[in-house]
């Protein structure tokens, strides 16, 4: 009878970090066995031992690894170890763990955990609706931080009043020479531009009704009334706005105003009274000479595109309008010209430390404001409806 031999286990080539890591093969079966310190001071050969394993036995028919003769382990082994295991567990190939000391196994059980836990999938209604709770904390966030400024603002204007030396007026003045006088032109320019335009659709559409002269009424109401304040305080914001929070962000970022607070100087009295204050002298006036710009627009337009004469223009409009009108569009511009200087100092002094931060602030500064103006011209419109003006 022939008796049946035992094959001797294959000899597998060894490996250029045999120290660390050394592998054999047996029945179509892998042993990686460890050895060694698996620390971070041995990472570069660590790292490529197992990358060599990986490469040179990816896909056997079945692994174990034994660290019984690994001597230390710390984080940078534990996590090459669970490279290890993964790399055969991603191909469907199961890797036994033997000979761990249970001094390791807490360290391998949180690598293995790393990665695994399920992200729990989220409903689209249950997005859409964690969204709008989010928006709704960060609007009230924000109307308290507005209510908050205004308030320090208002005791910073209080003790300006109680104690006038204290006053900056050259900053003021500085201030009205920036945001007033030299927004004259662009003012006068758009201003300009909107009265040609709303004088040219007004003569287009009431032409079809032998109604041109009421163009007058139209553009004398809307220009004097609600669009002459509304489109220059859009535009105080666009301009103005962004450069006050660009300026008050920027000492931030270089902690001029926390300097300010060290010399016993409150940044609110020093910084943002005089910009606010300049900004409600400068917005009526330009209101005033955009109003007149629109109306000069609309008559030229009128005397070339529809053959009203300037006389016959300026008489509708004598007829059209009275000094309410005037006066409505006058008033609601130190409102929005306080609202505008507020949100505007409000985000600048609410940049953080980066440039990002900055871009995020002045870009918030104006929505804000623009968004609050327009708010603030519907509720006017209601109260000056109400008492009939």
């Not at 984080?75 to 033997?98: C, D, K, M, P």
């Not at 391998?108 to 928006?135: S, T, W, Y």
């Not at 041109?212 to 706005?241: C, F, K, N, T």
Request: aromatic content about 8%; some cysteine; glycine content about 10%.
């Amino acid at each position: 009878m022939f008796r049946r031999l035992r094959r001797p286990p294959l000899e597998t080539p060894a490996l250029p970090h045999a120290s660390l890591i050394s592998v054999h093969s047996q029945d179509d079966r892998l042993t990686v066995a460890g050895r060694g310190a698996w620390t971070s001071d041995y990472a570069d050969e660590l790292e490529q031992a197992v990358n060599d394993t990986v490469q040179t036995y990816a896909r056997p028919k079945g692994v174990d690894i034994d660290l019984a003769a690994v001597e230390r382990m710390d984080t940078f082994g534990a996590l090459l170890f669970e490279r290890l295991r993964r790399s055969w567990q991603g191909a469907g190939i199961e890797a036994r763990v033997t000979g761990l000391a249970p001094r390791y196994r807490v360290l391998i059980d949180e690598m293995g955990r790393m990665g695994q836990e399920p992200v729990p999938p989220k409903r689209r209604h249950e997005a859409i609706l964690e969204r709008f709770g989010h928006e709704v904390v960060n609007v009230a966030k924000d109307g308290f931080s507005l209510l908050n400024f205004i308030g320090a603002t208002v005791a910073a204007m209080g003790r300006v009043t109680l104690r006038p030396r204290t006053f900056r007026f050259t900053s003021m003045v500085n201030q009205l020479d920036r945001v007033g006088f030299r927004a004259v032109p662009i003012i006068l320019l758009i201003t300009f531009l909107i009265g040609c335009i709303l004088a040219q659709q007004g003569i287009f559409n009431f032409r079809r009704f032998g109604a041109d002269i009421y163009v007058v009424d139209m553009v004398g109401v809307l220009v004097l009334r609600e669009l002459g304040v509304l489109i220059v305080s859009i535009m105080i914001a666009g301009r103005s706005g962004s450069a006050y929070t660009a300026e008050l962000g920027s000492m931030r970022m270089r902690e001029e105003i926390d300097a300010l607070r060290v010399m016993g100087f409150d940044p609110v009295e020093v910084l943002v009274v005089p910009r606010i204050l300049a900004l409600i002298i400068a917005l009526p006036l330009l209101t005033f000479i955009g109003s007149m710009a629109a109306i000069f627009g609309a008559g030229l337009v009128s005397w070339g595109y529809g053959g009203i004469a300037p006389d016959v223009f300026l008489q509708r409009l004598k007829e059209a309008i009275d000094l309410d009108q005037f006066n409505v569009g006058m008033l609601k511009a130190p409102f929005m010209a306080a609202t505008i200087g507020m949100v505007a100092c409000m985000e600048g002094m609410r940049v953080g430390g980066s440039a990002e931060s900055l871009g995020e602030h002045t870009t918030a500064s104006v929505v804000k404001a623009i968004f609050l103006v327009i708010v603030m011209d519907g509720v006017f419109a209601m109260f000056f409806a109400a008492i009939d003006m």
